[in-house]
């Protein structure tokens, strides 16, 4: 609450100086959503892995619980909470002046909350718990995020906020549901 109501576009209009952000980040050759498949590919390791009876190495298991985890939280972001919230970007707020959130009027304005950072922290999330060695290495990936998405006025400091909590209570569900299912059926592997 306080980011949306005291940081955001103040935060929006000092990074706007930063005209080239938006033209680097808004004009990129990049169209594939390059996470997605890697939850794709993660998952599939997995399924293929317990196809085959055969044990999971932790990075498989690692990459498939970050697939699960960010298209859980993806879901979660785009068919229900976008749509509740519907949050205007911080693009519009610089050409328009106006902002706010459109409650229930659907995923069109969906700012809030970040489907970027929702992703990235879905994977990192389970990195952290899997990998504590490269902790460091997760802060540094999502600070890195949270600048360019702000400087490509694609979010407010809210949205990535609220984003990274989703996106980390999908991994710790996406987590904790593995290791019960692993304790109620031997056949997962300990």
């Known amino acids: 609450m306080v980011s949306i109501l005291w940081i955001d576009r103040p935060l929006a209009r000092a ?55 960010l298209l859980a939280g993806l879901w979660l972001t785009h068919e229900v909470l976008k749509p509740i919230f519907g949050r205007t970007l911080p693009s519009y707020y610089l050409r328009t002046g106006r902002h706010g959130f459109h409650w229930f009027q659907g995923s069109a304005r969906g700012a809030f909350p970040s489907g970027h950072s929702v992703q990235a922290s879905a994977m ?36 990535i906020m609220a984003g990274t ?12 549901l593995w290791h019960a299912a692993r304790r109620r059926w031997r056949f997962l592997g300990d």
């Open 15 to 69: 990074l706007a100086v930063f005209r080239l952000g938006h033209e680097v980040f808004t004009n990129s050759t990049v169209t594939q959503p390059v996470m997605l498949g890697l939850a794709y590919v993660g998952l599939a390791l997995g399924l293929g892995f317990l196809a085959t009876g055969r044990r999971l190495p932790r990075w498989v298991e690692a990459a498939m619980l970050a697939g699960i985890a």
């Open 124 to 159: 990192l999330a389970v990195l952290w718990v899997y990998y504590p060695r490269w902790r460091w290495l997760c802060v540094v990936a999502m600070a890195l995020l949270a600048v360019a998405l702000m400087l490509g006025q694609w979010h407010y400091l809210s949205d």
């Open 165 to 176: 909590g989703v996106g980390i209570a999908a991994a710790s569900a996406a987590i904790g």
